[in-house]
């Protein structure tokens, strides 16, 4: 299962981490720890995405549409239908290209230690710090790519509102994209945009494979409903598909 390989991914890749917020926090140059181990793995292999390589492109798409289908498959049990599955790793190297000519043209962004950044901290909104769009390896971040993103969802839809269902740890994360939107000189795009958030489920971590899936929420609930169902043998004998019901029930439960 993907989930596992990401554990398992992020429990070697969890000593590193800890290394790096040490020398940050230090005040140290990262730049010997992110050039070895599973950091230079990571940053080739993104490179690598970023520059089409078709070895890596053909990695990425496989498990992304084993993600994809799953995703159709768990939504399409709760009746949920999507027109479209999109992310900021499908975004045309033009849009994040116009993205960063906007922000330099405007002077809002710079360079800092081989990394482009945005420092919030200058443009009237301090509490939002600084954050990096391009690393010191060349490759780009989630903030440039969803600012792009941003640029070609408003052309193609053409949309009244885009609105981000994550959870609150994104909070402050959104509040840098909505800002940059609006530093980019489009004030109305910047207020076409909303963060809807929720919390998160305590005990859960995706990264540490504490969480229960949806699909297996369902199942669980499915066969709660079928065990209730049962209890009463005359009742359950009378009706036509306790199959159906249970699920009709399972979803009812879970909504």
């Not at 181990?37 to 390589?53: D, I, Y």
């Not at 036509?240 to 879970?254: F, H, W």
């Given at each position: 299962h993907l989930l596992d390989v990401y554990v398992e991914v992020n429990r070697l890749f969890a000593?590193?981490?800890?290394?790096?917020?040490?020398?940050?926090?230090?005040?140290?140059?990262?730049?010997?720890?992110?050039?070895?181990?599973?950091?230079?793995?990571?940053?080739?292999?993104?490179?690598?995405?970023?520059?089409?390589?078709p070895a890596a492109i053909a990695l990425w798409k496989r498990f992304r549409d084993v993600s994809i289908i799953r995703y159709i498959e768990t939504y399409a049990r709760l009746n949920i239908h999507f027109d479209e599955y999109s992310g900021e790793s499908q975004i045309d190297q033009k849009s994040i290209k116009r993205v960063e000519k906007l922000l330099a043209?405007?002077?809002?962004?710079?360079?800092?230690?081989?990394?482009t950044i945005l420092n919030f901290k200058k443009h009237g909104a301090?509490?939002?710090?600084?954050?990096?769009?391009?690393n010191r390896t060349g490759t780009s971040t989630y903030i440039l790519r969803d600012l792009a993103a941003v640029l070609e969802r408003s052309e193609k839809f053409n949309f009244d509102k885009m609105i981000y269902v994550v959870s609150t740890e994104q909070d402050a994360y959104l509040?840098?994209?909505?800002?940059?939107?609006?530093?980019?000189?489009?004030?109305?795009?910047?207020?076409?945009?909303?963060h809807v958030s929720f919390g998160r489920v305590e005990g859960m971590s995706t990264r540490l494979g504490n969480v229960r899936l949806l699909s297996d929420i369902l199942d669980e609930c499915g066969r709660s409903m079928h065990?209730?169902?049962?209890?009463?043998?005359?009742?359950?004998?009378?009706?036509?598909?306790?199959?159906?019901?249970?699920?009709?029930?399972?979803?009812?439960?879970?909504?």
């Open positions: 000593f590193e981490e800890k290394a790096r917020e040490a020398a940050k926090k230090n005040k140290q140059d990262t730049a010997d720890l992110e050039s070895q181990g599973l950091f230079a793995e990571r940053n080739a292999f993104f490179k690598a995405m970023e520059e089409r390589e043209e405007r002077g809002i962004s710079e360079e800092d230690n081989g990394s301090p509490k939002l710090d600084v954050a990096i769009l391009r509040r840098q994209v909505f800002k940059a939107v609006e530093l980019m000189g489009d004030q109305d795009l910047a207020k076409k945009l909303q065990d209730v169902m049962r209890a009463n043998e005359d009742k359950y004998a009378q009706v036509e598909n306790p199959e159906a019901i249970a699920d009709t029930l399972r979803i009812s439960a879970v909504m």
